[in-house]
């Protein structure tokens, strides 16, 4: 088991950055692709970005692509989430999420574990 805890949301303009982390316990961080998933209120939870264990391969939700930048630093059981040119549409609370399986998993949209969420809002 492992357990993720989330931390950086908070208020922000649009145009402006974020970073998300994503702190692991339980079980070292190399032991799972990891991923962010989002839920904006009244919405789906959607698949964001993910990572692979080594870090060599990156998947991202289409609209966050050249925004987003996900990272991992396995030393410190972490992933981060840079978020650049922040949107409005991309308010939502913010989920971590880990797989035993490869990234292709968290990209279907499944995962084995979850983080609580952090909030993100963007204001105009």
């Known amino acids: 088991q492992v357990q993720l805890v989330e931390s950086g949301g908070g208020l922000v303009q649009a145009g402006g950055s974020l970073r998300l982390s994503c702190a692991a316990s339980?079980?070292?961080?190399?032991?799972?692709?990891m991923g962010w998933f989002r839920q904006a209120p009244g919405k789906e939870r959607e698949f964001v970005a993910a990572?692979?264990?080594?870090?060599?391969?990156?998947y991202y939700l289409d609209s966050v692509k050249g925004r987003f930048t996900i990272s991992r630093d396995n030393a410190k059981n972490t992933v981060y989430l840079q978020m650049n040119s922040l949107k409005p549409e991309d308010t939502a609370v913010y989920y971590c999420?880990?797989?035993?399986?490869?990234?292709?998993?968290?990209?279907?949209?499944?995962?084995?574990?979850w983080g609580q969420g952090t909030q993100v809002t963007v204001s105009l």
């Open positions: 339980g079980r070292t961080s190399s032991a799972y692709a």
């Open positions: 999420a880990a797989t035993g399986s490869g990234p292709y998993y968290l990209r279907s949209g499944a995962s084995d574990y």
């Open positions: 990572i692979n264990r080594s870090g060599t391969s990156t």
